[in-house]
C-alpha cells in the first residue's frame, strides 16, 4: 500500500508501535487482522487530514513554573509539532504567580482553543477552571482528577523529590553531613524530605550573597539538592568561593548548564524528564480527542531518568 507517511506517523495515528506498523506495511506476518485493518485506517486518516491540511489547531499551554521551564516545555513542543502531520499553533503562558493562574486559565475559556495542556498545582480552584473550559484538558506533572482531563502525561513530583532524596543518601553512605535544599517548594519537597528524616535539611534560594552567607554559617553541609531546573553554576561557584566542596550534588533537567557541570563532575546526578514525549503524548491525546487523529486517547505517565556524568546522552549539546 503506497503512501508518503513515515512509519512513525503512521505508529503514532494507529497508538502502535513502530515496529508493528514496520512489519504490517511490508508484509512480514505474525500480526493480527484486526491490527493490519487498524493500520489501513490508520493512514486513510492520514490521507484525509492531507486533504483538509488547512485547518489549524490551537493548543493553549498553561504553566504555573519557573520562566526556565517554561522555555524548556516551548523548546520541546516546537520540535515535537514539527514531526505531527497535523497544524498545531501553540500558546503558551506562564505564571509565576498563583494569583494568575485561575486568570490564565479563565483566557483559555475566552479565546478560541482546541485544547489545554496545563501544570498546575491539584487544587479545587484550579479544578473548577478547568472544568469550566469546555475544551480537552491535558495534565502535565501535577495531575487533577480523571473526570476533569482526558488524560495525563509526565513525572510525579513526590517521587521525583523522593528518588533524588535516595541518590543524596546513597552518596552519603555511613557519612555524618547536612543537606542544602535551593528552591525547594510543594511536592518535589516533601517527596525528597520523606526520605531523609534524619539529616538536618537546610533550605535557602539559589542567590549568591545569601547562599554563600549560609554556607558561613553551616560548616556541615555536605550535600546539594537543586529542586528547580536552572542556576547550578551559580550555586557551584558559591562553594568555590567559599572554598567549601560537597560530596553530593543532585539536580534536576538536562539543559546546557546542568551537561556542562555533569560533564566535569561537578554535579553528581540529574534527574531527568523526556518534556519531548511528554509534550508529543499531551498534543496526540487532545488531537484525537478533536478527531483529528485516529486512535485511543491515553495517559502516559512517565518516569524520572538518572544521568550520571558517564550516561550523558550523546546528543544532549
Given at each position: 500500500?503506497?503512501?508518503?507517511?513515515?512509519?512513525?506517523?503512521?505508529?503514532?495515528?494507529?497508538?502502535?508501535?513502530?515496529?508493528?506498523?514496520?512489519?504490517?506495511?511490508?508484509?512480514?506476518?505474525?500480526?493480527?487482522?484486526?491490527?493490519?485493518?487498524?493500520?489501513?485506517?490508520?493512514?486513510?486518516?492520514?490521507?484525509?487530514?492531507?486533504?483538509?491540511?488547512?485547518?489549524?489547531?490551537?493548543?493553549?499551554?498553561?504553566?504555573?513554573?519557573?520562566?526556565?521551564?517554561?522555555?524548556?516545555?516551548?523548546?520541546?513542543?516546537?520540535?515535537?509539532?514539527?514531526?505531527?502531520?497535523?497544524?498545531?499553533?501553540?500558546?503558551?503562558?506562564?505564571?509565576?504567580?498563583?494569583?494568575?493562574?485561575?486568570?490564565?486559565?479563565?483566557?483559555?475559556?475566552?479565546?478560541r482553543s482546541h485544547g489545554l495542556i496545563?501544570?498546575?498545582?491539584?487544587?479545587?480552584?484550579?479544578?473548577?477552571?478547568?472544568?469550566?473550559?469546555?475544551?480537552?484538558?491535558?495534565?502535565?506533572?501535577?495531575?487533577?482528577?480523571?473526570?476533569?482531563?482526558?488524560?495525563?502525561?509526565?513525572?510525579?513530583?513526590?517521587?521525583?523529590?523522593?528518588?533524588?532524596?535516595?541518590?543524596?543518601?546513597?552518596?552519603?553512605?555511613?557519612?555524618?553531613?547536612?543537606?542544602?535544599?535551593?528552591?525547594?517548594?510543594?511536592?518535589?519537597?516533601?517527596?525528597?524530605?520523606?526520605?531523609?528524616?534524619?539529616?538536618?535539611?537546610?533550605?535557602?534560594?539559589?542567590?549568591?550573597?545569601?547562599?554563600?552567607?549560609?554556607?558561613g554559617r553551616n560548616p556541615s553541609i555536605?550535600?546539594?539538592?537543586?529542586?528547580?531546573?536552572?542556576?547550578?553554576?551559580?550555586?557551584?561557584?558559591?562553594?568555590?568561593?567559599?572554598?567549601?566542596?560537597?560530596?553530593?550534588?543532585?539536580?534536576?533537567?538536562?539543559?546546557?548548564?546542568?551537561?556542562?557541570?555533569?560533564?566535569?563532575?561537578?554535579?553528581?546526578?540529574?534527574?531527568?524528564?523526556d518534556l519531548r514525549a511528554d509534550m508529543?503524548?499531551?498534543?496526540?491525546?487532545?488531537?484525537?480527542?478533536?478527531?483529528?487523529?485516529?486512535?485511543?486517547?491515553?495517559?502516559?505517565?512517565?518516569?524520572?531518568?538518572?544521568?550520571?556524568?558517564?550516561?550523558?546522552?550523546?546528543?544532549?549539546?
Amino acid at each position: 500500500m503506497k503512501h508518503p507517511y513515515r512509519i512513525r506517523e503512521i505508529a503514532a495515528a494507529a497508538g502502535l508501535s513502530q515496529a508493528t506498523v514496520d512489519r504490517v506495511l511490508h508484509n512480514r506476518g505474525g500480526v493480527r487482522e484486526s491490527t493490519v485493518r487498524q493500520v489501513h485506517q490508520a493512514i486513510a486518516e492520514l490521507d484525509r487530514q492531507q486533504s483538509q491540511s488547512g485547518r489549524t489547531f490551537v493548543v493553549d499551554v498553561v504553566l504555573s513554573t519557573s520562566r526556565a521551564y517554561g522555555a524548556a516545555v516551548r523548546a520541546a513542543l516546537d520540535a515535537e509539532l514539527a514531526e505531527v502531520p497535523v497544524t498545531v499553533r501553540p500558546r503558551l503562558a506562564v505564571t509565576t504567580e498563583p494569583a494568575d493562574l485561575v486568570q490564565a486559565l479563565d483566557r483559555v475559556g475566552r479565546s478560541r482553543s482546541h485544547g489545554l495542556i496545563v501544570l498546575a498545582p491539584p487544587t479545587d480552584e484550579v479544578a473548577d477552571a478547568v472544568a469550566r473550559l469546555g475544551v480537552p484538558v491535558v495534565t502535565l506533572n501535577a495531575d487533577l482528577p480523571a473526570g476533569k482531563r482526558i488524560a495525563h502525561v509526565g513525572v510525579d513530583y513526590f517521587d521525583s523529590g523522593a528518588a533524588a532524596a535516595y541518590l543524596v543518601e546513597r552518596f552519603f553512605a555511613e557519612r555524618a553531613g547536612d543537606v542544602l535544599l535551593i528552591n525547594g517548594r510543594g511536592e518535589r519537597e516533601d517527596g525528597f524530605r520523606s526520605v531523609l528524616p534524619a539529616r538536618r535539611i537546610i533550605t535557602a534560594g539559589p542567590e549568591p550573597g545569601p547562599l554563600r552567607a549560609i554556607l558561613g554559617r553551616n560548616p556541615s553541609i555536605r550535600a546539594v539538592y537543586s529542586a528547580d531546573t536552572c542556576g547550578n553554576e551559580a550555586i557551584v561557584a558559591a562553594f568555590a568561593e567559599e572554598r567549601r566542596n560537597y560530596d553530593v550534588f543532585v539536580a534536576h533537567g538536562l539543559d546546557e548548564e546542568n551537561v556542562a557541570l555533569l560533564r566535569t563532575h561537578r554535579i553528581s546526578a540529574v534527574l531527568h524528564q523526556d518534556l519531548r514525549a511528554d509534550m508529543r503524548n499531551a498534543c496526540l491525546a487532545i488531537l484525537r480527542a478533536q478527531g483529528a487523529l485516529p486512535g485511543p486517547i491515553r495517559s502516559h505517565p512517565s518516569a524520572v531518568q538518572v544521568i550520571t556524568p558517564y550516561n550523558v546522552p550523546p546528543a544532549a549539546f
